[in-house]
């Protein structure tokens, strides 16, 4: 059972920024889709950013230049680069993994990070 752990979350002001991090238990990032989730309380779950097994990488509308999404596949991590911190995304973030982007909501999750911008 692969296991994900988030971690860099916190308390920061708008403008600030943060790192997200998501260790794997095992060997995952380099052979699977990985993505970042958020979801803040009373809305959905969003895909904030993803990138696949080859690289390619998608950002939401909401968070494109501000956000960059990477991996190091020799420490099994994910990462999220979060520049320009904004209130609204203030969020309990999540990391995901699977086979493949279609599939990564049905894929491996962590157990969440919480993020809060003030204003």
């Known amino acids: 059972q692969v296991q994900l752990v988030e971690s860099g979350g916190g308390l920061v002001q708008a403008g600030g920024f943060l790192r997200l991090s998501c260790a794997a238990s095992e060997s995952i990032t380099s052979n699977n889709a990985m993505g970042w989730y958020r979801q803040a309380p009373g809305k959905e779950r969003n895909l904030v950013a993803s990138?696949?097994?080859?690289?390619?990488?998608y950002y939401a509308d909401s968070v494109k230049g501000r956000f960059t999404i990477s991996r190091d596949n020799t420490k099994n991590t994910l990462y999220l680069q979060m520049n320009s911190l904004k209130p609204d995304d203030t969020a309990m973030y999540y990391c995901a993994a699977s086979r493949t982007i279609a599939t990564l909501q049905r894929g491996y999750w962590g157990q969440g990070t919480q993020v809060t911008v003030s204003s």
């Open positions: 990138i696949s097994s080859a690289g390619s990488t």
